[in-house]
DNA sequence: CTCAGACTTCAAGCTCGCTTGAAGTCTGAG
DNA sequence: CTCAGACTTCAAGCGAGCTTGAAGTCTGAG
């Protein structure tokens, strides 16, 4: 058992911290896969270690499984992702996630600056109270979401 | 109409992009009050703008309605939150915003880094590939959420 | 005063991301 | 070989966060 290169489900469930019937319903959509012994129980490669505990941050972060599903498929599935693989799978997340992060950077800043000083109560703020001016673009709160 | 200081539900929807179904569950849950005309119909201050825009953004970033109904709590009932009210919620999001600005550029630098440079494929990287290591100390990609 | 259309409540329904049985099968240490 | 316990499938259920529909009421421009 020491140092076994296939992990059963409840190996795999144990190391990443994530639940059975979690990892099954992962597989059913299509984000995990797992061969089979001959009695039938799931058997993973330790690969999979890497794509549930990406899963987990990627949905920590607000992507839903199918985004995450959308970025695994870029993976191969036949055999162990190599450099080029994941390098593929990098460059396809990162402006998302500089998207996250700059709108997260933008709301703590508001926090900080605009709402901390007081200006949203006088009706003059152009960063965080944009309704008036913006009224005529459409609506939603579109400056804190990054509209120029 | 022009310069109205009080929205219907309509209007308030329109403004933020937010269904008004979705206002009346706001309502129910809490988050959002509004005061009633003699029909019974919804009537909003303009600072509902303010506090919808907040918990849309809110939830952007992964918060739960809970989460942003506790924060928006510290805010007055009675009047329009002052500078003061504004500073103290602030400062109590302030470390949960930098937690979660933390945990994405974790995230973003791992993707760079450590699988750009294809050590994750190689079982020696201890930044995104723990799971041997810390497996002793208890289960989950503990080392991208922020463990020492 | 009219009347289109925006509003009201309430109950049921939906999607996502799982969890929880129930009923049965496989695995592997002893 | 035994047998506890880990595994299997399938169906139903759950909580969050709404949406939809039905049936009726209010508002305000004309």
């Known amino acids: 058992m020491e140092m076994e290169h296939e992990l059963s489900i409840g190996a795999l469930s144990e ?9 099954r319903y992962y597989e ?22 890497r794509r549930v505990s990406f899963i987990r941050v990627a949905q920590q972060v607000g992507l839903t499984l199918e985004e995450v599903r959308d970025a695994l498929a870029s993976l191969p599935d036949g055999r162990t992702p190599n ?5 593929r799978l990098s460059n396809s ?7 996250k ?8 800043d508001r926090l ?4 901390g000083c007081g200006c949203l109560t006088l009706k003059v703020c152009a960063l965080y109270n944009p309704e008036d001016q913006a009224a005529a ?8 979401f990054g509209d120029p």
Chains 1, 2 share one sequence.
Not at 28 to 49: I, K, M, N, V
Not at 83 to 87: N, S, V, Y
Not at 93 to 99: E, H, S
Not at 101 to 108: F, G, Q
């Open 28 to 49: 059913d959509e299509g984000l995990l896969h797992a061969t089979r012994t001959d009695g039938g129980q799931r058997r993973y490669t330790r690969d999979a270690l």
């Open 137 to 144: 673009r459409g609506s939603g709160p579109r400056y804190l």
């Open 101 to 108: 992060i700059a709108l997260l950077e933008r709301l703590r």
């Open 15 to 23: 190391r990443t911290g994530v639940a059975t019937s979690a990892l």
């Open 112 to 115: 900080d600056g605009c709402i």
């Open 83 to 87: 450099q080029r693989d994941w390098e």
């Open 93 to 99: 997340w990162k402006p998302r996630l500089d998207a």
